[in-house]
């Protein structure tokens, strides 16, 4: 039900950037959109921080939409929103690395 509710949201709205909240991080070593964005000093930063600013991680590995793993694509969802999900316990970390 998630996912197809995030779908058709990506179908009317044009998906998390479209909305102006949503922003995908690269860093220096690291290759746009690819996976080995999760190995840098930046992911690791903003895994640990980015709720401080209001962001979360919009598709961890096992989300509930069943979006593709997206290290480098954070969302602004406000700090209060963003600390009670890190406090639901949905996964900010790769799981099973």
Avoid at 26 to 54: H, S, V, Y
Avoid at 69 to 87: N, S, T
Wanted: aromatic residues 14%.
């Amino acid at each position: 039900m998630a996912r197809q509710l995030q779908m058709e949201e990506d179908q009317v709205f044009g998906g998390e950037h479209h909305s102006g909240r949503a922003v995908d991080v690269t860093t220096e070593g690291a290759r746009a959109f690819e996976l080995e964005f999760e190995r840098t000093p930046a992911f690791e930063w903003l895994r640990e921080n980015a709720g401080r600013f209001g962001f979360r991680l919009s598709f961890p590995e096992g989300n509930p939409c069943g979006y593709a793993y997206e290290p480098w694509h954070f969302r602004w969802v406000g700090k209060i929103v963003a600390k009670q999900v890190a406090a639901s316990g949905m996964p900010r970390r790769p799981t099973g690395k």
